[in-house]
């Protein structure tokens, strides 16, 4: 066998599951993109830019943020996005998927539960496969469940910190976790509760706050907050009691060891917190193009989610690529998503409704769906 046949012989498994992916350009209408706001071709994140480099801030950071690479507008962003989301501090990561690994590997201890929901992002996951903690999953959305596992760890003899991790709007579904209920379960054990807000900033709460808004500040509570979706940028911020950033500082090794960002996307990131805050126009107008697909979508099996993730679940691997390539073939991008990244038997096109498109967008794809699937 060749030093690299195994990873072939994986390919070609992975290619006759209908289950090998690829990369591909970007053509077609956007039905995909998680750039929800329209803002990541917005010429004020240029001008931002722009201006910074016309005051002489770098392109690159030079090294790691405990090395050289700490810059003036990384430490102005993390300011002004504590002020902004109601924190006691932030922490911008490179990645909002370094920014959960690094939460969930390197905060909970020895000892301690982590109970997730089951459908929570893989760069949770990554982190659970990292902690020393103990870690069960949940049912999806049931805080029963939550209270279940927590008070069988308890009975068991558990005696360490209780930690809860869910998303507030769920990627791949669209739907919201109950973050009331999840946070006065949290009060209950003397837990903390860390929220993935990713697909909530910048659409929903006060400003694009997130759903979670009303939580934070709060000494429980963690909340993440992605840059590279409704904010049109890169990164992540963590956002969460002093004590905690300075601690993933010190102990977090996706942040030790990892080249600072672009100060340059800092700088960009500042101006889309002052864009979303005032943005009122843009998420009400997302929010009749959302009404507008949930009566045009729907009829043609999209689940009715009440946000702008909307996918119609085909279950079959094969039928689901088959289903995107038609989609795509008429010009909208809408990929098909497959296990492992949804449960097995739940294979589906994942429709993104961004204000990159229009309703007229939404029916003329309602119409391609129709004969897709029939």
Same mark, same amino acid.
């Given at each position: 066998m060749s030093v690299f046949e195994a990873l072939a012989n994986d390919l070609q498994r992975l290619g006759a599951a209908t289950r090998r992916r690829r990369l591909m350009p970007r053509t077609g209408t956007d039905f995909s993109s998680n750039d929800y706001l329209a803002l990541a071709r917005d010429a004020a994140l240029t001008a931002a830019v722009g201006e910074a480099v016309a005051r002489g801030v770098p392109a690159g950071s030079g090294g790691s943020r405990l090395l050289r690479g700490n810059h003036p507008e990384h430490e102005a962003l993390e300011a002004e996005a504590a002020r902004f989301f109601g924190a006691e501090s932030a922490l911008w990561f490179a990645t909002g998927y370094t920014a959960n690994s690094a939460i969930v590997s390197t905060l909970?201890?020895?000892?301690?539960? =982590?109970?997730?929901d089951e459908l929570i992002h893989a760069s949770v996951h990554e982190g659970l496969r990292l902690t020393r903690a103990e870690t069960a999953p949940a049912r999806h959305n049931n805080v029963e469940a939550f209270a279940d596992i927590i008070a069988a760890w308890r009975g068991r003899g558990g005696k360490g910190r209780v930690w809860i991790a869910v998303e507030s709007l769920y990627s791949m579904d669209g739907d919201r976790a109950p973050l009331a209920d999840l946070a006065a379960l949290?009060?209950?054990?003397?837990?903390? @509760?860390? =929220?993935?807000?990713?697909?909530?900033?910048?659409?929903?709460?006060?400003?694009?706050?997130?759903?979670?808004?009303? @939580?934070?500040?709060?000494?429980?509570? =963690?909340?993440?907050?992605?840059?590279?979706?409704? @904010?049109?940028c890169e990164g992540a911020l963590v956002c969460a009691p002093a004590v905690v950033n300075d601690f993933l500082v010190n102990r977090g090794r996706g942040f030790i060891f990892s080249t600072a960002p672009s100060p340059l996307m800092a700088a960009a990131v500042r101006a889309a917190l002052? =864009?979303?805050?005032?943005a009122d126009d843009r998420r009400a107008k997302l929010a009749a193009l959302i009404a507008h697909a949930e009566r045009v979508l729907g009829p043609h099996g999209a689940l009715i989610s009440g946000?702008?993730?909307?996918?119609?679940i085909l279950g079959d691997d094969a039928r689901t690529m088959c289903a995107a390539e038609g989609v795509q073939a008429a010009g909208f991008d809408v990929r098909g998503i497959r296990p492992p990244t949804?449960?097995?038997?739940?294979?589906?096109l994942r429709i993104s409704l961004t204000l990159n498109a229009t309703q007229d967008d939404v029916s003329a794809l309602a119409a391609v769906l129709e004969e897709v699937l029939a």
């Open positions: 909970p201890q020895r000892g301690d539960l =982590i109970v997730y949290a009060d209950t054990h003397d837990g903390v @509760l860390i =929220i993935d807000e990713a697909h909530a900033t910048g659409v929903f709460g006060a400003g694009g706050r997130g759903l979670a808004a009303a @939580l934070e500040g709060r000494d429980n509570v =963690i909340t993440l907050h992605t840059c590279g979706k409704a @904010l049109g002052r =864009i979303i805050e005032t946000s702008q993730v909307m996918p119609v949804v449960p097995a038997g739940t294979s589906r």
